[in-house]
């Protein structure tokens, strides 16, 4: 199973910045257990890799800030800033579903319906900034700048999930209810991400 989807928080303060296509892509191996009694339902479980990038304006995210208590969101407007700045979380993920699909015989064709939830473990958060620019857009270098560190992230992650789809294609939605930074470490926000699956269960 493959999503791509949009991202964004749910809660995020007027010191996020969030601006962009922010974007997840999920890839799954997954496998199903219909019910004896009634075909139309099953069960579904798998594993596979989850990962998101929400991207910010003329702003950092100061992941690997050790001496830091709290996740810093410094804001660079009028500042030199970098021209794509991204945040970005990788998980490993269990997802088990729930599923009913109106027609089994023909599943390929059918109407199919799925609620469940996603837990997972995160595997890395690090931002990436590319080129920096003056506070009037003039480049200053072209280069890449990577931090890395997951010390102000919540390391599991429960995620509720829908999915509806015709045949191999439909749409899916999730939140996080668990928030993605500590609550000691700066404001309660939730992920939340809608789009494309691509499955052929």
């Known amino acids: 199973m493959f999503e791509l989807g949009y991202d964004n928080w749910v809660g995020s303060t007027d010191s996020m910045n969030i601006k962009g296509f922010n974007h997840s892509e999920n890839f799954y191996f997954m496998y199903a257990w219909p019910f004896k009694t009634d075909a139309r339902f099953a069960v579904a479980a798998g594993i596979g890799l989850g990962s ?3 991207y910010f304006a003329h702003q950092e995210v100061l992941v690997a800030a050790y001496q830091n208590q709290t996740l810093a969101f410094p804001d660079e407007e009028g500042a030199n800033h970098y021209k794509k700045y991204k ?3 990788t998980y490993l993920e269990v997802p088990v579903e729930l599923r009913f699909s109106l027609d089994p015989e023909h599943m390929d064709h059918s109407w199919k319906f799925a609620v469940g939830t996603k837990i997972g473990l995160m595997m890395s958060a690090y931002t990436k900034g ?5 506070a009037t857009g003039q480049t200053l270098g072209v280069f890449t700048v990577k931090n890395s560190s997951k010390q102000f992230f919540s390391t599991a992650e429960f995620t509720p999930t829908f999915r509806v789809s015709k045949g191999f ?3 899916f939605a999730q939140i996080h209810v668990n ?5 000691a470490a700066g404001p309660s926000v939730f992920p939340v991400s809608g789009g494309i699956v691509i499955s052929g269960l």
């Open 87 to 89: 945040l970005t979380t």
């Open 130 to 134: 590319r080129t920096l620019v003056s």
């Open 179 to 183: 928030p993605l930074i500590k609550p």
């Open 52 to 54: 998101s990038n929400i």
């Open 169 to 171: 294609i439909g749409f």
